[in-house]
């Protein structure tokens, strides 16, 4: 059974940074998409960035280009977002999914089986 826990959120200022975390239990370490979306009040789900296991592949939502940066560990067993150059349009609860195969942020969010519970994101003026 595939689980997945976040950490890392937290209240920043504009122009601050912060690293969200994805601990992982129960994915294939050679065939997952790991996925980072986030969700405002009043607005759609959004997928912010995506990393395909086999080869490290990763997109980005425009949005975030330039400023987020998803990772694997070496293991495989956990999965990182580093937010920098935070704006208040960031805020947002963000949350891991995960999914066997290729995955990319144009593909939908209810491709995705499994999330973890969120991970709340505050960015203020």
């Known amino acids: 059974q595939v689980q997945l826990m976040e950490s890392g959120g937290g209240s920043v200022q504009a122009g601050g940074s912060l690293r969200l975390s994805c601990a992982t239990s129960g994915i294939s370490i050679t065939n997952s998409c790991l996925a980072w979306f986030r969700h405002a009040p009043g607005k759609e789900r959004e997928a912010v960035a995506t990393?395909?296991?086999?080869?490290?592949?990763?997109s980005y939502a425009d949005s975030v280009k330039g400023r987020f940066t998803i990772s694997q560990d070496s293991d495989k067993r956990a999965v990182y977002l580093q937010m920098t150059s935070l704006k208040p349009e960031d805020t947002a609860m963000y949350y891991c999914a995960a999914d066997v195969g290729f995955c990319h942020v144009m593909i939908s969010w209810t491709k995705y089986n499994t999330w973890g519970q969120g991970t709340q994101v505050t960015v203020s003026s």
């Open positions: 990393i395909y296991s086999l080869g490290g592949s990763t």
